[in-house]
């Protein structure tokens, strides 16, 4: 794993330079909610390696049972926000719709037994009319015929795939590693600063072309991101549950950003917020419903879990919460410290270590 202490300090910097932009729009009143559905893929997939950057530095940040700083306690009950659609082409299996089980029996992609002619590095994609950059780190010596974990994570405000491959795709890699696992990871670049509508149909083309090149498990397909990286993830759960088996928002927030019409289906969600977060913040509007707060009490409703009068948070040392009697399927958690808009937060950081612990139950 990448020293964190010179990830903090590259991160502060990164954030200093775009501070200008990121609070303005998380405090501002303008709300970009939008509606009318997402963006589906309609520009025909197509692929272009260019030469790689690994360069990239950055940082970013965050009923009933509340777990402990410190104690990694595991997310109670769950097995998936999947729906039996799937992705692309290959479908689920026909599971009922959203009750893909704890520990299912891994749904291959089209691209599964196909030579695949992706490796680790930048590509281009057509999408929405446009060439859009993303980068695919592949597992080291690659198995045609396995189906691995997906993870498409998304970069904060104002930087690139670049950055968030310099974090090791947000300090998840070291941690499958560290169990003695490998997955493929895909790192989009944003179109200027921050992700918009048209992102939805750049996931959408993304996925598309995954599906007929690699081989990866179509019910194991996760999404993560910081700052309005968390907001284009808390984006894309809202409409994209038949695809995104779970999803994990590292400092999000609900508004600034393009949301399509929810569907109010189920999908397995997580998410961190520094209690002293003043850009994307626990609460930012009670009356709007604005802030991480209404994230987690959102996903609760959709997630059928029960709603607790109040949400313990912390404003020390970390703390998570389960919601409790949620569909055993969706699982449902946020975790709250007594921080600020970051996603490395104590030593060993701690976001990465609970990220993956929610996933990998999956």
Known sequence: MQDQTFSRLAFCATLASWVAISCAPAESDSNNDGGGGGGEATATSSV?????????????????????????????????????????GAGTGGWPEGAIPMGNAPVPSAGCGKATTLTTKEYTISSSGQNRVYYVDMPKNYDMNKPYRLFYTSHWIGSRWQDVEGQDFYFLKPQLEADGEQAIFVA???????????????????????????????????????????????????????????????????????????????????????????????????????????????????????????????????????????????????????????????????????SWKFFKQF
């Open 48 to 88: 272009s390696s260019t030469s790689s950057s690994t360069s990239g530095s950055g940082g970013a940040t965050s009923t009933s049972s509340t777990t402990v700083a410190g104690t990694g306690g595991d997310s109670s009950g769950g097995s998936g926000g999947a729906e039996p659609t799937g992705s692309g």
């Open 188 to 354: 989009p670049s944003s179109d200027g600063a921050t992700w918009q509508e048209k992102d939805h149909a750049l996931f959408d083309d993304i996925m598309e072309l995954m599906n007929e090149n690699v081989c990866y498990d179509t019910t194991r397909v996760f999404a993560t991101g910081f700052s309005f990286g968390g907001m284009i993830t808390y984006s894309l759960s809202t409409n994209h549950q038949a695809e995104i088996r779970a999803a994990v928002g590292i400092a999000p927030a609900n508004y600034n950003i393009w949301l399509p019409e929810k569907t109010r289906k189920p999908i397995a969600w997580m998410h961190t917020t520094g209690m002293t977060d003043g850009t994307c913040p626990w609460v930012n509007n009670e009356g709007q419903k604005r802030g991480a707060k209404f994230i987690a009490l959102e996903k609760a409703e959709d997630n059928g879990c029960t709603i607790p009068d109040n949400i313990p948070t912390s404003n020390g040392a970390y703390s998570c919460f389960d919601f409790k009697d949620c569909d055993p399927e969706h699982p449902t958690r946020v975790c709250t410290f007594g921080g600020g808009h970051t996603n490395i937060d104590g030593n060993p950081n701690w976001i990465p270590i609970e």
